[in-house]
């Protein structure tokens, strides 16, 4: 996982867009009964150079769609 979220980060940071001109952000879902792997993607993520902490967001599985609709509001 830590190889394809660095190459997003250098796709962003090479200035490059997706979609109608947005850099989409990446939302990664975890089930529920796996509080280590949450545990340990959440580690991942905060070793990241910028602007992973824009670009990644780390959820429940469950909590997912409320995410979503919330991103979607903003």
Do not use: C
């Amino acid at each position: 996982m830590n190889g394809h979220l660095r190459t997003y980060l250098d796709f962003v940071q090479r200035g490059q867009l997706g979609p109608d001109g947005v850099v989409p952000r990446v939302l990664i879902t975890v089930p529920n009964d796996k509080p280590k792997r949450q545990s340990d993607i959440r580690d991942l993520l905060v070793h990241l150079p910028g602007p992973a902490d824009q670009l990644f967001h780390l959820t429940a599985f469950n909590d997912a769609v409320p995410h979503i609709v919330q991103v979607l509001r903003e």
